[in-house]
């Protein structure tokens, strides 16, 4: 079992930044594939980011390329979203996933409880 902690929302002005952290248990943490997802009210979950299980290999959708950045900390058993230049179509509740299957993020086996992020204009 994967426990995942989402930590770092809030309310921004459009052209800020934030920074979410997504805390998880389990020894094998630098083994998984990390994601990062959000869904926006009334509009299904939509993947935004994932990282493999060094860091060495990221990938992003359209929408956020350019202005997000995965990283992670093995360490800390620790995944990160900057977000920067923040747009108020960024808002939305934002998840945190585990593929503890594979080193290369996959499949989300496990969620976070989410951490909402509102964008004002």
């Known amino acids: 079992q994967v426990q995942l902690v989402e930590s770092g929302g809030g309310l921004v002005q459009a052209g800020g930044s934030l920074r979410l952290s997504c805390a998880a248990s389990g020894r094998t943490f630098r083994n998984y594939g990390m994601g990062w997802f959000r869904q926006a009210p009334g509009k299904e979950r939509e993947f935004v980011a994932a990282?493999?299980?060094?860091?060495?290999?990221?990938n992003y959708a359209e929408s956020v390329k350019g202005r997000f950045v995965i990283s992670r900390d093995n360490a800390k058993n620790t995944v990160y979203l900057q977000m920067n230049s923040l747009k108020p179509e960024d808002t939305a509740v934002y998840y945190c996933?585990?593929?503890?299957?594979?080193?290369?993020?996959?499949?989300?086996?496990?969620w976070g409880q989410g951490t909402q992020v509102t964008v004002s204009s």
């Open positions: 990282i493999n299980y060094s860091g060495g290999f990221t």
């Open positions: 996933a585990a593929d503890p299957n594979n080193g290369y993020f996959v499949e989300a086996y496990y």
